[in-house]
């Protein structure tokens, strides 16, 4: 599948970063001072943009389904982040140019390699090759990465196998691959180190001490474990419920590039759904979303080394187990349905489950939302089913009851081996190690118990092994301990919920979302075509251009009037009174995305009547004042789309005939 514009031009990546760059949607940190890889300012056009994905997330999840939101600090401590894994295994594997001390991410050289070997091959095979940006570059510096080399057709097999799967491979195993196909580094000819593990976190310190070490969080769901028993306390301890939280992370990305793409700090928004893990992960509303078709790429189809979807309603990919349960299938239809509303293009998406060594040890399924942008399929929304991973490793460690409660219906009677000491004796007889003692026997598991109970009889005392006390053995006469086997009536249970997460990384959606709605309108003049954006209303950075015909005084208490008019209704507006033409100034706003403009002329200073114009068809009607409003209310807030109101309004045609240059 190939990059192309709305209109299905190709998509032409310089023009569409310029038209962003001059139009501050983003612009590159610490410019002035040279910038730095990876990190990125947000313009106004960029702020207004984000501001309004986050504001339909926020409606489309957390209002929808009545989550929880938080919102914790992303400084964590160390000892957070080292329980949950991430000291230790939030890691990127990275290779090093021993000639010239490039740092490069080892699956993304292979990739890179391997690619453009196949690129090459297509090319000695005469076969039509779509050239990315970053290739076209190196064309320029004269690297070897594309160099026209037919290669065996079995060679050709085993490295598209390779890139279907590349996100299996751990570091050794890239190791392998750089060795066996002699993987060069383009920009030195020479053969990379072997990869090693590279910690993506940012290490800091809270305090003046350095006794406290800690990170910037490299996302925002651990502060939302962490306070999961007050959630639950907050939600009446009524199961299932999920919480919520849109915030900064930090990763320390090895070589960021791509722009938005891969960036060192971005803002996440991320979802944390606690299901009891018992009866099959089931989801109330799952009948709502059921008939909903997604397109899938299993992990069984790229373990084979294909990339071959399937487009099936999400009810059957759960009952016939491709996706393991329905609160997982739920969040995967919901992640759609948000993607949908906000304008991406829905042919640009598909849904990619992890292998089994990309995914989390402790996840039982993982599955990717994917974008196609003019950097290939982009991982946008990751919606991974972690089990009870995170909540028991955070209570073990801490000691804090991570777990629910529920009252049973019917109570549950028990049969278990039970043991009782005799207090009296058994502290003064074990004096200091009295309580060591006491903690290993009540650890002892059923089975083991079961066991000691036969021994106690035949022997009269039972030995067990006790940590840190004398030898590690430590012996207990029957006039100490009894242990019998008796009934227990359980009237609640407990469980540690289990957790499915769709996470998602805004501004890789905001970038997509914009190559999805770029096209380019020509001129009549044969000038240089024009960009449009074309946001849904509801997403627009700015809904609304205000244009007076020209710098006439007559129009400026009108100007001023529907300024203040649309203030009130809540829809953002811009004034644009420049003496550029009408056409002009119109077009310079299809850059940034503005779907609707008003123009003030003659006829509304005498009866108050506007024009409204559409920014994709630059068709326009004419009405009066509160039925112009209406319309510009019932198009941003999506309740209406422009063919209803061409419908119902007359149409209106322009004497200043739309000239879309500067
Ligand atoms: N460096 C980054 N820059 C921008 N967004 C990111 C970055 N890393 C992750 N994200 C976003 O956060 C979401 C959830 O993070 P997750 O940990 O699943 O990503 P990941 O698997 O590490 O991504 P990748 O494999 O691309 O590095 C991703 O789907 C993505 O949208």
Redesign the pocket.
């Known amino acids: 599948m190939t990059s192309t514009t709305l209109k299905g031009q190709p998509l032409d990546r310089p023009i569409l970063d310029s038209m962003l760059r001059r139009r501050m949607f983003y612009t590159p940190s610490f410019e002035i001072y040279g910038g730095v890889a ?1 990190l990125f300012d947000y313009g106004p056009p960029g702020c207004a943009l984000l501001a309004n994905i986050v504001d339909l997330w926020r409606k489309h999840f957390i209002l929808e389904e009545d989550m929880l939101e938080v919102d914790c600090t992303a400084l964590t401590p160390a000892e957070v982040l080292k329980t949950s894994g991430h000291v230790d295994k939030f890691a ?1 594997w990275m290779c090093k140019d021993p000639k010239n001390g490039e740092i490069l991410r080892a699956d993304h050289f292979v990739e890179e390699v391997l690619g453009a070997r196949l690129k090459g091959d297509k090319e000695a095979r005469g076969l039509k090759v779509e050239e990315k940006e970053e290739d076209a570059k190196k064309k320029k510096k004269k690297s070897k990465t594309t160099e026209a080399v037919k290669l065996d057709d079995a060679v050709v097999q085993e490295y598209e196998e390779i890139l279907a799967k590349i ?1 299996n491979y751990n570091g050794e195993e890239l190791g392998q691959l750089i060795k066996k196909y002699e993987l060069k580094n383009p920009n030195t000819g020479v053969e990379p180190s072997p990869p090693v593990a590279f910690n993506l976190m940012f290490q800091t310190a809270i305090g003046p001490s350095s006794n406290a070490p800690s990170y910037l969080r ?2 925002t769901a651990q502060g939302q474990f962490l306070n999961f028993a007050k959630l639950l306390e907050f939600n009446q301890h009524q199961m299932p419920f999920a919480s919520a939280s849109i915030g900064k ?1 930090f ?1 320390n ?1 090895i070589s ?1 590039r791509a722009g ?5 700090e ?1 803002l ?1 928004a991320e979802i944390e759904h606690y299901v009891d893990p018992e009866g099959g992960k089931r989801h109330a509303r799952f009948d709502e979303v059921k008939d909903i078709e997604v397109v899938l790429l299993n992990r069984h189809t790229q373990l084979a080394g294909q990339t071959t979807v399937e487009k099936v309603a999400i009810g059957k990919a759960v009952a016939n187990g491709t996706v393991d349960n329905e609160t997982l299938g739920y969040f995967l239809a919901r992640i759609q349905l948000f993607l949908q509303k906000i304008g991406i293009d829905q042919s640009k998406l598909r849904f990619r489950q992890h292998m089994a060594n990309e995914m989390a040890h402790y996840a039982a399924d993982c599955w ?2 994917e974008l196609l942008t003019s950097y290939g399929w ?5 919606c ?1 089913d972690r089990s009870a991973y995170d909540l028991t490793v955070h209570a073990k460690k801490t000691g804090a009851p991570l777990i629910v409660r529920e009252k049973l219906e019917k109570p549950l009677a028990i049969e278990e081996w039970q043991i009782d000491l005799d207090k009296k004796k058994f502290g003064p007889y074990f004096k200091k190690d009295g309580k060591t003692v006491e903690t290993a026997v009540e650890a002892l598991p059923q089975d083991k118990r079961e066991a000691l109970a036969q021994a106690l009889q035949a022997d009269g005392k039972i030995t067990i092994d006790v940590e840190g006390v004398g030898n590690g053995k430590v012996e207990i006469s029957k006039d100490l301990i009894v242990i019998e086997r008796r009934t227990r009536v359980e009237h609640t249970r407990e469980f540690t919920p289990n957790v499915v997460e769709p ?3 805004l ?3 905001l970038y997509a979302l914009i190559e999805h709605n770029y096209w380019t309108r020509g001129t009549e003049g044969g000038d240089e075509a024009r960009g449009v954006l074309s946001f849904p209303p509801p997403v627009a950075p700015t809904k609304v251009l205000l244009v007076p015909l020209s710098s006439n005084e007559s129009f400026k208490p009108l100007l001023k009037h529907m300024s203040h008019k649309l203030r009130i209704l809540g829809v953002s507006s811009r004034v644009d009174d420049s003496s550029a033409s009408i056409g002009k100034r119109y077009s310079r706003n299809d850059e940034l995305g503005t779907p609707l403009g008003i123009t003030i002329d003659f006829q509304s200073v005498k009866d108050s009547t506007f024009t409204l114009r559409d920014r994709d068809s630059t068709k326009q009607v004419r009405a009066d004042e509160d039925t112009i409003l209406a319309a510009i209310k019932a198009l941003t807030e999506g309740t209406k789309v422009w063919s209803d109101v061409e419908k119902e309004l007359p149409a209106f045609e322009s004497q200043d005939a739309e000239v879309p240059v500067r």
Do not use: K
């Open positions: 990876g990127d996100d490299p996302e992370s990763r990305e960021p938005l793409l891969r960036v060192r971005f996440m990717d939302a982009v991982e946008c929304v990751g991974a996470s998602f990384g501004g890789r959606i």
